[in-house]
């Protein structure tokens, strides 16, 4: 399960419904293209929390279809409907995903208990592993040494998506468990994720710029930090680049100007204005 993993686009028409061949057509780039370990579906990047229950189970079902078994599979089922994260996370498992992840609940400012109890919850209910999803700037959950500790205590809890700028954090839950997957969640912080020795990353900009992730991680493995330094800088002129003009639209204009239908963004997300299309394509042919 340790690697690259893409935070999964998906390709939506102009009635916000899931376009099957641009989807297919973003999954077969991460493979064949971005080259990717694996992917990430259902994330913040795949507007997850836009959309309906029966969308989320149509991707899951398209993308495993898709990508069977080239590529690890992880689906994010996390909902605030914890029946409904339940039905997704067995829906997943019967697909043959390999592992699922939920976003830590959030809206209502639950206690921690009871976000233990969801995950403990959920986990009852389907025989899989499970990787929390922490992104507090989304979500507004900040959970500490202690507490990562107590979830992990459940042996089907394997990781965590670190998607937070805390670097003492992160080396201390990667002291304390050695033993459990860390995928890094911003890939601009890539390179100093990797130098903590995390175990993987996951990233919505490695939909276009996998390559140059798998670059930063193997380089920082190998001791590379001069190299793994440069291609760090290439990355992050590029993500401001994109940040700037619109993140998910930005990616998924790129991936159009790739020849991948890629589609729209689901409302409330606005379009690209004509201005931002062209710079879309102005980044593409700067760095990619
Ligand atoms: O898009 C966000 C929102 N974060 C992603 C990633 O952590 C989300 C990150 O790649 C993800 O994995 C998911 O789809 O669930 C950023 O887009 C990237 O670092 C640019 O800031 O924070």
């Known amino acids: 399960m340790k690697g690259l993993y893409s935070a999964l686009m998906c390709s939506f028409d102009e009635q916000g419904k899931v376009n099957e061949q641009g989807l297919r057509e973003i999954v077969r780039h991460n493979i064949d293209v971005s080259k990717i370990d694996g992917l990430y579906v259902n994330g913040s990047t795949g507007e997850n929390f836009l959309i309906s229950k029966e969308q989320k189970k149509q991707i899951f079902d398209i993308v495993k279809d898709e990508a069977g078994d080239e590529v690890k599979l992880i689906a994010q089922i996390g909902a605030l409907n914890i029946d409904e994260a339940i039905e ?120 276009v710029n996998g390559k140059r992730a798998k670059q930063i991680f193997e380089l920082a493995q190998s001791g590379q930090i001069d190299e793994a330094r440069e291609v760090q800088k290439v990355t992050n002129d590029l993500i401001a680049e994109i940040l700037d003009n619109g993140l998910y639209q930005t990616i998924k204009e790129i991936l159009i100007f790739k020849g991948v239908n890629a589609g729209l963004c689901r409302k409330p997300m606005k379009s690209l204005t004509d201005d931002g299309i062209s710079k879309a394509k102005q980044i593409a042919e700067k760095y990619l």
């Open 88 to 207: 997704l996370a067995q829906f997943a498992t019967s697909l043959g995903y390999d592992a699922i992840s939920a976003v830590t609940p959030f809206y209502y400012k639950f206690e921690f208990e009871e976000i233990k109890d969801y995950y403990t919850t959920i986990l009852e209910h389907v025989d899989n592993d499970l990787i929390i999803y922490s992104i507090p700037a989304l979500t507004g959950v900040n959970m500490n040494l202690e507490q990562f500790g107590e979830l992990f205590e459940h042996e089907q809890v394997i990781g965590v998506k670190f998607t937070a700028p805390d670097f003492f954090l992160l080396e201390r839950i990667r002291h304390a468990f050695p033993d459990k997957l860390i995928y890094s969640g911003f890939d601009e912080m890539l390179l100093p994720a990797s130098v903590l020795n995390v175990d993987g990353a996951i990233g919505s900009t490695f939909n």
